[in-house]
């Protein structure tokens, strides 16, 4: 009877136990760059994990590292979520500058309308011509910022002559082609140094949106800031928020379809906008510091669209040169940000 009794208890135990197993807990590590309170924390990666984590009932747990807290530095970060070293990373594909040259036709001059297109239009861009590219990874998303502004100390930038001689930080290949045909002098760094170049003269000024002015407080180390009218701004920068391959092949399927029910489309529409809305409080600051704020005349736009122009045409020979048809893209690419910004 007691053989029997203890039969049956662990039959129970081996039954209750299964649902436990099945129902595992996942912790996500992910890291970006930027410090706990700028706009890619609180806009993409809060909502995500609090989003994951709800959906799943607890079984997906998020820990997020900004500001490399895991260690390496910025342009290590898809390598990291390539490895295992976080799970999920927030990143610049450009800051490996040649590595990821297809996604890249949005960073030329003069691509972007706005943030909500724009994106829209990367992420549709990067599903149909670009999975190889990152086959490495798995991509959850593809988003741009908003457009971006020319950020000096000491100098007003009023027309393209302004720019010449002028020390500028440079987001990436592309832009930092643009900046010298126009006679600046570019110089690349990941943004976190920004401040700290600026402080100490290395540059003269930056090329990034409103929205990181405010966490790394560019607004009180520049004094002026140009901007660009017009259907197309000057740049935008492509980024990448990605999971390491084998950790998202290893969910259980009903995990894997929350993690894509918040991935790709699913979001593109919300964080396009949102990036749109985050440039506000960085005008404000510098506004309301007194800080001196241009728009470039139509003609002083049309002059660095002309210059621009051989940039793209660099861009579509490389594209051929590795026996991709870089017209073809260019033109896919301009196709959709025309289609997604009705």
């Known amino acids: 009877m007691r053989a029997k009794l203890t039969a049956a208890a662990m039959g129970l135990a081996a039954c209750m136990a299964a649902p436990a197993a099945d129902a595992q807990t996942v ?4 890291q970006h760059f930027l410090p706990a309170g700028a706009p890619a924390q609180k806009v993409l990666i809060e909502p995500w994990a609090k989003a994951v984590e709800e959906q799943s009932g607890g079984r997906i747990k998020v820990r997020i590292f900004p500001a490399m807290q895991l260690g390496g530095r910025p342009p290590q970060l898809v390598d990291q979520v390539r490895d295992g070293i976080a799970d999920v990373v927030w990143t610049l594909p450009s800051y490996t500058p040649g590595r990821f040259p ?37 991509p959850l998303l593809f988003h741009v910022h908003a457009r971006g502004v020319i950020h000096t100390k000491g100098r ?20 930092g082609d643009a900046l ?3 006679g600046a002098v570019p110089i690349f760094m990941p943004v976190p140094q920004t401040p700290e170049a600026l402080s100490k003269g290395v540059i003269e000024g930056a090329v990034v949106p409103w929205e ?9 180390l520049t004094d002026h800031h ?24 290893g969910l259980p399927d009903d995990l894997k379809k929350i993690v894509d029910a918040n991935a790709g489309r699913a979001i593109t529409a919300r964080i396009g906008a949102a990036w749109e809305e985050v440039e506000k409080p960085g005008f404000e600051a510098a506004k309301a510091r007194g800080n001196k704020i241009t728009t470039l005349s ?3 736009t049309a002059k660095l669209r002309t210059l621009a ?34």
């Open 27 to 30: 912790e996500l590590k992910v």
């Open 212 to 220: 990181i002015t405010v966490p790394l407080r560019l607004y009180e």
């Open 226 to 249: 140009t901007q660009i009218a017009g259907p197309r701004g000057l740049y935008t920068s492509v980024f990448l928020f990605a999971m390491n391959k084998a950790r998202y092949q």
């Open 180 to 182: 010298a045909r126009y």
């Open 102 to 138: 297809i996604m890249s036709v949005f960073e030329l001059p003069f691509m972007i309308s706005d943030a909500a297109a724009t994106t829209e239009a990367a992420q549709e861009f990067y599903e149909t011509y670009a999975r190889e590219e990152f086959a490495d990874v798995h």
């Open 309 to 342: 122009q051989s940039v793209a045409t660099a861009w579509v020979e490389d594209m051929n040169k590795a026996g991709k048809d870089g017209a073809k893209l260019l033109a896919a690419a301009e196709a959709l940000i025309a289609k997604h910004g009705r």
């Open 156 to 175: 007003a930038i009023a027309a393209v002559d302004d720019l010449k001689g002028l020390k500028l930080r440079a987001p990436s290949r592309p832009v």
């Open 298 to 300: 139509d003609a002083e």
